[in-house]
Each structure stands twice: as structure tokens, then as C-alpha cells.
């Protein structure tokens, strides 16, 4: 009964929607006859395809809206529930004696020099009475090796071990770790990020969900220093933060970040650990773990600070990468795009995933594209106005909501301005031509970000 009646709802919300979109195609057809007078069937073809954008376009910005609006309910049901599990677990806590099982901490590090030791010694001062710290060194061509080791020799407190191997990869050095950790529960994280002190207390936590097979923690920005960085500062508040705690309502995290993500080494067994063949590893894995039946969740307070690209050219290499690899991911499990009863709740997933990867940044840009082009043609420069301060309105009311939560500095929120004046454009051409370029099957290599030691 409840399922008919959902089907139902769906139908003529679809019927609904539709016939809005075709009344829009009608009026703004019908005013362009009018003003045409039937005379210039040139000119009437293209009132026609103006007409079909334009209502493509409102469809997309309803979604906008739909989006952000499910977001932000999502990620607040969330936090309110973690203040509440907070409190629970504090008096607990002070009543029963707690059980800290053995966390194995996998750095892999490649030319990680610069970074390797702030990060390591970050490490060593964690709150957590039981674990271990192993660094990967994936045949670095550096002083990465030298400077992991001088760590390791110092630590009289915490075991910390030095594996070095012949360079694979990150998939590689990650997977060596895991053969190597003594814990029943791996945190792998990246070599050029520092974690909150409370990272292995806050992420543990978790597992006491038997269904609970990873946590993804919070990642920010810590090299705030230039526009470049504190845009990018804010994106992390709002692009990242807001989704994984959304997702993490339903326990259904898609990407667990590579600065921080804790596992249950038997859940990593079983899926085989990392692959090699795409390059977002993390994005694959976690869909992975996700297609078994596991649920993924998020820990807001397990903080990874992690640098940031100061440069333009550096950022649009590393996006480049990230869309490249997701849609690699997403290609590897794209059966559950159409198999919605036998994948579940991955099937919105990915279908979400998609959304943000490929439909959101073409019609961004076909949307800048469309107006400018309108407003030169036709005189009606307002156009572009009016679409940018819709989609500017949207990102400061994110802006403003993921700020007070995440209790950061309120002067991100003016940077919400700047992100979409001319950042988000930017990425979202550098999204496109990944796009593009992964149908071509354009050859691509990692593309080593090179650290400035900002840790």
C-alpha cells in the first residue's frame, strides 16, 4: 500500500514537473512568435533552441535549489544527532572503563620531504593509548626516507615503523601498509597532512556500529594565504563537509577523503584493498566497501589539515585528476546506475555522484555561456546578472550555514562572492575538459603536487 501510494506521488510529481516545463517552452515560444511574426524561420529555429535552454536551465537550477535545500536538512539532522551521541558517550564514558582496540596509522609517502616530519610528530602527540604509526616510503627520490627514520628512532613512546618499497603508486604503498599493520583497525591518511589530536578516540567511536565498515574524517585547509587558498578553505567547508555529513545521516558516505579515512582492516581485506586502475583510489574504494553493504560514516571532529595548491595552474592539475578519477570509479560501478532494486541505496548514489561530476559543471558553464551570449545578442545583459546572483545567493546561504556549524571564521563567507564570480567557473571548464578527455580516453599521468612545507 505504502509503495503504491509512493509511486503514485512519484508520478505526478513528474506530471507536474513536466507540464511546468512545457508551459515555460510555450510562453516563451508564443512571445517570440509574436515578436517574429512568422517571418524568419532562422531566427525561429533559434527562438526554439533558446527556449528548450532556457528551460533546461530552470530545470537544472530547481535542482540546484532542491539540492542545496536536502543538503543542508541532511547535514543539520546529522549534527544534531552527533551532539546528542556526544553527550551519551561523555557520561558513559565516566561510568564504564572504555576499550581502545589497536589502530595502525599507514602514511604513504612519495617526495613527501618537506612535510613528512610536521606530519609524523603531529602523530605522536594523538590521544589515544593504543597504536602504531607505519610510513610507506614509495621509493622516494627525496630525503623523504632519511627524515622518516629520524622520527622513528626519536619515538621512545609510540612504535613507529619505515617500510620502504620500489615506487607503484599510492593504491600500492597503501596495500603494503595494510599487509603490514598490526591493527584491527587502519587509519590511512596522506604524508602531507596533520590530524587533530582527537582523531583515533573521535573515529573509533563509530565501529561500535558492527555495520559500520569505514569513517571518513574532516578535511581543511591549513595554508590559508592567498584567494586561491581561501576559497579553496571555504569549498572544503561547504563542498565537502556539508555533503559527507548529509550522507553521513544515512550512513552512506561516497568518497572517504585520502588525507583521513579509518577502516576496519577486515572490511579492507575483504574488498581486495586498494586498485590500481583509476585515479582517484579513495573514491573507488569507498564504493567498493559501499557495494558490499557496508555503510560508510563521517566524523566531523577528526580533523585532517592538509595543504592546499596556492597556484592556479597547480589546483586545475589536481581537479583535473580528481573528475578524471571519479568518472573512472564511477565507470567501474556504473551496473548500479541502472540496477536500482539489486543496488539500493548506491544507485542514488551514483546517480548523485554523476550529477556532481558531469551534469553540474556543463550546465554551469553552458548556462554562463548561454546568457552571455543571449545578453550580447539581444541586449539583455541583465540576463547574466540575474544568473549569477542566483547560484551567488545559493553558495552564501551554504556559505553562512556551513560556517556557523563548523564554527570557522566567519570571513569565508565573503569569499562565497569570489567563489562564484570567477573560481567555480574556472574549475568547472578544468571538469569539463576532464570530462571530455576521459571519454576521448586521453592519456594522463599522477601529476605530483609539490609541497611547500606549510604543515
Not at 12 to 21: A, F, T, V
Not at 45 to 72: N, Q, T
Not at 84 to 103: D, G, L, T, Y
Not at 394 to 412: F, G, K, M, Q, S
Amino acid at each position: 500500500m505504502e509503495r503504491t501510494r509512493n509511486v503514485r506521488v512519484f508520478r505526478y510529481g513528474l506530471g507536474i514537473s513536466l507540464m511546468m516545463i512545457l508551459v515555460v517552452l510555450i510562453s516563451l515560444n508564443h512571445l517570440n512568435l509574436l515578436r517574429l511574426g512568422f517571418g524568419d524561420l532562422r531566427v525561429l529555429f533559434e527562438s526554439l533552441v533558446l527556449s528548450a535552454i532556457s528551460a533546461y536551465l530552470l530545470f537544472f537550477l530547481s535542482l540546484l535549489v532542491l539540492r542545496y535545500a536536502v543538503l543542508i536538512f541532511y547535514s543539520f539532522m546529522e549534527h544534531v544527532d552527533i551532539q546528542i551521541k556526544n553527550r551519551q558517550q561523555a557520561e558513559r564514558s565516566s561510568s564504564i572503563q572504555q576499550v581502545f582496540p589497536m589502530v595502525s596509522i599507514v602514511v604513504p609517502a612519495y617526495n613527501e620531504g618537506p612535510v613528512i616530519e610536521a606530519a609524523v610528530q603531529a602523530l605522536l602527540r594523538l590521544d589515544y593509548p593504543n597504536y602504531e604509526v607505519l610510513i610507506v616510503d614509495d621509493g622516494s627520490t627525496d630525503n623523504t626516507y632519511e627524515k622518516a627514520m629520524v622520527v622513528a628512532r626519536n619515538s621512545s613512546k609510540i612504535p613507529v615503523r619505515v617500510i620502504a618499497k620500489a615506487n607503484g603508486g599510492k593504491a600500492d604503498a597503501l596495500n603494503a601498509g595494510m599487509a603490514c599493520a598490526r591493527g584491527e583497525f587502519i587509519l590511512n591518511m596522506d604524508g602531507d597532512t596533520k590530524l587533530s589530536a582527537n582523531t583515533l578516540r573521535a573515529c573509533i567511536r563509530h565501529f561500535d556500529d558492527p555495520s559500520v565498515g569505514a569513517v571518513a574524517g574532516n578535511v581543511k585547509v591549513i595554508n590559508r594565504e592567498n584567494v586561491w587558498t581561501r576559497i579553496q578553505a571555504l569549498e572544503y567547508i561547504e563542498g565537502l563537509a556539508m555533503a559527507r555529513k548529509a550522507q553521513s545521516f544515512v550512513r552512506s558516505v561516497n568518497i572517504i577523503p585520502g588525507p583521513l579515512g579509518m577502516f576496519r582492516k577486515s572490511v579492507l581485506q575483504q574488498v581486495e584493498g586498494y586498485d590500481r586502475d583509476t585515479f582517484a583510489e579513495d573514491c573507488d574504494l569507498t564504493l567498493k566497501i559501499l557495494m558490499r553493504g557496508w555503510h560508510v560514516a563521517y566524523e566531523p571532529t577528526a580533523v585532517a589539515w592538509v595543504e592546499t595548491p596556492s597556484r592556479l595552474l597547480d589546483l586545475l592539475k589536481q581537479r583535473y585528476r580528481w573528475t578524471r578519477g571519479i568518472l573512472q570509479a564511477m565507470k567501474k560501478h556504473s551496473a548500479a546506475l541502472f540496477s536500482p532494486r539489486k543496488a539500493g541505496i548506491n544507485f542514488f548514489i551514483l546517480w548523485y555522484m554523476l550529477f556532481e561530476a558531469i551534469v553540474w559543471p556543463i550546465s554551469t558553464v553552458a548556462g554562463s555561456v548561454f546568457f552571455a551570449y543571449v545578453g550580447l545578442r539581444y541586449g539583455i545583459v541583465v540576463f547574466i546578472l540575474y544568473w549569477w546572483l542566483q547560484l551567488t545567493m545559493l553558495d552564501l546561504i551554504a556559505a553562512t550555514y556551513c560556517v556557523v556549524v563548523e564554527e570557522e571564521d566567519p570571513i569565508l563567507i565573503l569569499y562565497a562572492v569570489s567563489f562564484r564570480l570567477f573560481y567555480i567557473t574556472i574549475i568547472d571548464v578544468s571538469k569539463v575538459f576532464a570530462t571530455l578527455e576521459e571519454w576521448m580516453g586521453t592519456r594522463m599521468t599522477w601529476g605530483k603536487l609539490q609541497r611547500e612545507g606549510k604543515l
